[in-house]
């Protein structure tokens, strides 16, 4: 029998159109409870150190308010550690940042940051937060993630998103060897960045990926159809391919 795949959905980027004026809307625990209404199974959130999008007000309310599970988004920071720690959100995704970029630009190097990064996952595993480290489509990461205790990995599909012919060929290979790895050392595996209704198929294809989280696309196609539907919609695809209908 098939894993079912969930879909988490980042409401990030409708903080950035709120913050691009000011003021209150559009609002991201608003745009929360719709995406739960339309078939989301948990709300994913990235708190940047420079609250270029989602803001520490935002993560009070949805932590207060919905009825799924939370994933924060967070750098291996200290201060980012007391706020995951004081909210006790249901999962930690750490991911690598810096400040110029304009989205998250790769994946965390779990075996180069071993030292840095085993206190956070400690910290956080012990809290009861589930913990996950974004990371390439490497098997070597995917062992330094075991090596730092974290039970979960998330696949960064970026660059197979981004590729064309042959070389998107090769990167979902890479993303599917990932997956089986990190079923065989024991990971759940999750996967993001850049997925939207023409790639998402293959990769929810994927037995051993069990979770999706899904943001820009979505909110970017919310203008056309809604968020609602561009939810719904994706959430058929998924559905669809990992049923093999």
Do not use: W
Request: charge should be negative; proline fraction near 4%; glycine fraction near 8%.
């Amino acid at each position: 029998m098939k894993k079912p795949l969930r879909l988490g959905v980042n409401i990030d980027h409708v903080a950035t159109i709120r913050n691009a004026r000011g003021g209150r809307f559009p609002d991201p625990l608003r745009a929360a409870l719709l995406a739960v209404e339309a078939g989301a199974d948990g709300i994913t959130a990235h708190l940047r150190e420079d609250r270029r999008h989602i803001s520490d007000d935002d993560i009070t309310k949805l932590r207060e308010t919905i009825s799924v599970p939370l994933n924060l988004e967070m750098a291996a920071t200290e201060e980012m550690l007391e706020i995951a720690l004081r909210h006790k959100p249901h999962a930690a995704c750490i991911v690598p940042e810096k400040r110029e970029e304009r989205t998250t630009e790769g994946g965390l190097d779990a075996a180069g940051g071993h030292n840095h990064l085993k206190p956070f996952v400690t910290q956080l595993v012990k809290a009861g937060i589930r913990v996950s480290l974004f990371i390439e489509a490497n098997p070597f990461q995917l062992d330094a993630a075991v090596s730092l205790g974290a039970p979960v990995v998330e696949l960064h599909t970026g660059a197979y998103c981004e590729a064309e012919g042959g070389a998107r060929d090769e990167e979902f290979a890479r993303i599917r060897e990932a997956a089986a790895h990190a079923e065989t050392v024991g990971l759940e595996c999750h996967a993001g960045h850049g997925l939207d209704f023409d790639t998402v198929g293959p990769v929810a294809a994927i037995p051993n990926i069990v979770e999706f989280n899904i943001g820009h696309f979505l909110v970017g196609e919310a203008i056309f159809v809604g968020l609602a539907e561009s939810i719904r919609a994706m959430r058929h695809l998924m559905d669809e391919a990992r049923t093999g209908a």
